[in-house]
């Protein structure tokens, strides 16, 4: 039986559509390649998440004598955390509100199997256009 460990890290200032990108990026790699591609990867959003990796990574060290090179990543998630609404100030006495949306990062950790390895990453569907009949 494997033992799935967890970090999280809450109201990061960065929207969660953002974040998702990056998430879905580290999704079934191992945790050593997640964190090398986390370290080099030229999006905002990525060094906040690599910390939430490290975190996972290190309970998973310190609270269930786990290996980094045993592990691999396998959940991440962006969830949307509360709104915070600022006022924007437009012409002619009129105001907009700007959203400042805020993301729940959340990251699992698991030992890969001995006999499987590393469970491959999710893929988008791939979509078929059939030939016409004629």
Known sequence: MTMEVRASAKFQRFSPRKARLVTDLIT???AEDAIAMLENLPKGTALPIGRVVRSA???AENNYNMTLENLYVKRAIADE???????WMR????RDTKLRRTSHITVIVDETTTTGGLRPPRTPRQTTTRKKEQ
Do not use: D, Q
């Not at 955390?81 to 006022?87: E, F, L, N, T, V």
């Not at 012409?91 to 009129?94: A, C, P, S, T």
């Open 81 to 87: 955390g509360p709104r915070m609404k600022r006022i």
């Open 91 to 94: 012409g002619r006495g009129r």
């Open 28 to 30: 079934g790699k191992s």
């Open 57 to 59: 990574v290190a309970n």
